[in-house]
């Protein structure tokens, strides 16, 4: 029996909540207090939901899916070496884990869980672009650490697989630049080529197991925050002809990051090591905090080397929980279109809830 790894974060939370958004602390004390009720059900409704993804044999069938994927790129890579010890070796973890935390697991150690849910989600930051075309492979050209993403989504109400919904993942490059806006604090203010740029954003469809793939970057990072993949759910969008989404709402919101020791080692790497910015380590986010609080929540890859070093990259791995019937209100400041990236802001640098394309508001930030 495995401990859950829980970041212990609920002192320093409380402070860097307070401090990261003056003025919003009444707002955001109902809203911890909605998170932490809402967490502890649908936590006890996902270990009911563990025997009947046994019995229907979607842990042997993820099982047999990662290994074939990790071979399928190491071969690419003309690497040897046995595929079960990678998997059984690599689930290292050593991050800390509350003495509250209870030694009962929600799934197989190599599935753990992203709780998230209403209210109780990650931010959405403002760089949320909808609009953004379905693919997989988001990698582009940008130079890093490549990653082979998978998530798989569980129906919490119904704890089966959640079949033919998009998921979409955008992250900052290897020195921390968000593709297709232009802001200060993300890299070169002037560079307005930035609009028409798509990289490391990208929606895929799950398949009947619930489960997406993206070829991407480990992401490097900019100031106040750590290392982290936004991940948003659409639920009922519809499919337009030039292969992006319209419609639909959102059930999940939520921040997707790496453990520590992994993003010292990958940010000691060039280019990532060509960033002057502060690091933010796990333990001082804000957002690992509002993810992890109080629950058992576990919103970090599960990863293994593909090859003998880090440049050959990472295969990581993560299953989420979604309450299907849950809507959330992400807001945006830019949008991609049939001509390129665009604001629809102006003047929202600092004040992000200026725009959120007429939906209710959320507290969020980059
Ligand atoms: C890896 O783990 C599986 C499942 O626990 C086990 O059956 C297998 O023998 C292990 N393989 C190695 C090489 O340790
Ligand atoms: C990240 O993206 C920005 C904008 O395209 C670019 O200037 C920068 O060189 C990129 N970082 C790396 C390591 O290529
Ligand atoms: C799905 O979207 C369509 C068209 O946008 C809408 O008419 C319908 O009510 C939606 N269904 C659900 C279950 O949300
Ligand atoms: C899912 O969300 C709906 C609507 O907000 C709520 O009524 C229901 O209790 C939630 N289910 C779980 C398991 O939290
Ligand atoms: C896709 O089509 C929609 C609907 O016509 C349009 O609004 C949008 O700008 C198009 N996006 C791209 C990237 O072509």
Request: some cysteine; charged content about 20%.
């Given at each position: 029996?495995?401990?859950?790894?829980?970041?212990?974060?609920?002192?320093?939370?409380?402070?860097?909540?307070a401090?990261?958004?003056?003025?919003?602390?009444?707002?955001?004390?109902?809203?911890?207090?909605?998170?932490?009720?809402?967490?502890?059900?649908?936590?006890?409704?996902?270990?009911?939901?563990?025997?009947?993804?046994?019995?229907?044999?979607?842990?042997?069938?993820?099982?047999?899916?990662?290994?074939?994927?990790?071979?399928?790129?190491?071969?690419?890579?003309?690497?040897?070496?046995?595929?079960?010890?990678?998997?059984?070796?690599?689930?290292?973890?050593?991050?800390?884990?509350?003495?509250?935390?209870?030694?009962?697991?929600?799934?197989?150690?190599?599935?753990?869980?992203?709780?998230?849910?209403?209210?109780?989600?990650?931010?959405?930051?403002?760089?949320?672009?909808?609009?953004?075309?379905?693919?997989?492979n988001?990698?582009?050209?940008?130079?890093?650490?490549?990653?082979?993403?998978?998530?798989?989504?569980?129906?919490?109400?119904?704890?089966?697989?959640?079949?033919?919904?998009?998921?979409?993942?955008?992250?900052?490059?290897?020195?921390?630049?968000?593709?297709?806006?232009?802001?200060?604090?993300?890299?070169?203010?002037?560079?307005?080529?930035?609009?028409?740029?798509t990289?490391?954003?990208?929606v895929q469809?799950?398949?009947?197991?619930?489960?997406?793939?993206?070829s991407?970057?480990?992401p490097?990072?900019?100031?106040?925050?750590?290392?982290?993949?936004?991940?948003?759910v659409?639920?009922?969008?519809?499919?337009l002809?030039?292969?992006t989404?319209?419609?639909?709402?959102i059930?999940?919101?939520?921040?997707?990051?790496?453990?520590?020791?992994?993003?010292?080692?990958?940010?000691?790497?060039?280019?990532?090591?060509?960033?002057?910015?502060?690091?933010?380590?796990?333990?001082?986010?804000?957002?690992?905090?509002?993810?992890?609080?109080?629950?058992?929540?576990?919103?970090?890859?599960?990863?293994?080397?593909?090859?003998?070093?880090?440049?050959?990259?990472?295969?990581?791995?993560?299953?989420?929980?979604?309450?299907?019937?849950?809507?959330?209100?992400?807001?945006?400041?830019?949008?991609?279109?049939?001509?390129?990236?665009?604001?629809?802001?102006?003047?929202?640098?600092?004040?992000?809830?200026?725009?959120?394309?007429?939906?209710?508001?959320?507290?969020?930030?980059?």
């Amino acid at each position: 029996m495995q401990l859950k790894n829980v970041l212990n974060l609920s002192v320093v939370g409380g402070a860097l909540l307070a401090s990261a958004h003056p003025g919003g602390g009444h707002h955001e004390e109902r809203e911890a207090l909605a998170q932490r009720s809402f967490k502890r059900s649908l936590s006890h409704g996902l270990q009911k939901c563990e025997a009947k993804l046994e019995a229907s044999g979607l842990h042997a069938r993820a099982e047999a899916r990662r290994r074939a994927l990790v071979d399928v790129h190491r071969r690419q890579l003309q690497t040897r070496g046995d595929t079960w010890e990678v998997l059984n070796k690599s689930h290292l973890s050593d991050r800390p884990v509350s003495p509250n935390t209870a030694e009962t697991e929600l799934f197989d150690d190599d599935s753990k869980i992203c709780l998230l849910g209403p209210s109780a989600e990650g931010e959405t930051g403002p760089y949320w672009i909808p609009g953004e075309h379905i693919r997989g492979n988001i990698r582009e050209s940008e130079p890093g650490v490549p990653v082979i993403i998978e998530e798989q989504f569980i129906d919490v109400e119904t704890c089966e697989p959640i079949r033919g919904i998009y998921n979409e993942i955008w992250s900052c490059n290897a020195t921390g630049v968000y593709s297709g806006l232009v802001a200060d604090g993300n890299g070169n203010p002037s560079d307005l080529a930035n609009y028409q740029r798509t990289f490391l954003r990208g929606v895929q469809q799950t398949d009947e197991d619930g489960v997406v793939h993206y070829s991407t970057l480990f992401p490097g990072h900019y100031a106040d925050r750590t290392t982290h993949y936004h991940n948003i759910v659409h639920w009922n969008a519809t499919l337009l002809p030039n292969n992006t989404l319209a419609g639909g709402s959102i059930p999940h919101i939520g921040q997707i990051f790496w453990d520590q020791d992994m993003i010292s080692k990958v940010e000691s790497t060039y280019p990532y090591n060509t960033n002057s910015i502060p690091i933010t380590l796990n333990e001082e986010d804000r957002v690992v905090n509002v993810e992890t609080n109080n629950a058992d929540t576990d919103p970090f890859l599960n990863y293994v080397y593909l090859g003998d070093s880090l440049e050959d990259g990472l295969f990581a791995w993560l299953t989420v929980a979604v309450n299907t019937s849950a809507i959330q209100y992400p807001y945006w400041t830019n949008v991609y279109t049939a001509t390129g990236g665009e604001s629809v802001c102006g003047t929202c640098d600092g004040d992000p809830d200026a725009v959120n394309g007429g939906l209710p508001t959320t507290t969020a930030s980059a």
